[in-house]
């Protein structure tokens, strides 16, 4: 995997409430997008989300995919999910 978007020692480390703050989207859309699958977000000891590094880009992608009009069911897939964001990762960083 490429450094870039890799988890290292300076990695953030944001809450629901700031990702939502800073991307726009309201908490329950960030929690919808885990229940329906769409996204994967880890969480700490107290079972809260916590968004890293590499949750953010993936949370870019889905909002370029939203904006260009694809649906969120066609990214449900795992395998489809990690090809269509490193392919965005890999041409738009």
């Known amino acids: 995997m490429d450094d870039r978007f890799g ?3 300076d990695d953030i480390c944001l809450s629901i409430s ?3 703050e800073l991307r726009g989207i309201t ?3 960030l929690r919808s997008f885990e229940e329906e699958g769409i996204l994967e977000v880890p969480r700490n000891g107290a079972d809260h989300r916590i968004y890293h590094r ?3 880009l ?3 992608g889905l909002m370029y995919l939203k904006k260009s009009g694809m649906e969120f069911k066609k990214v449900k897939s795992p395998e489809r999910r990690f090809t269509t964001f490193r392919c965005m990762r890999w041409y738009s960083f």
């Open 7 to 9: 988890s290292t020692s």
């Open 54 to 56: 590499e949750e953010m």
């Open 58 to 60: 993936d949370l870019l």
């Open 27 to 29: 908490p329950s859309n």
């Open 18 to 20: 700031k990702v939502s």
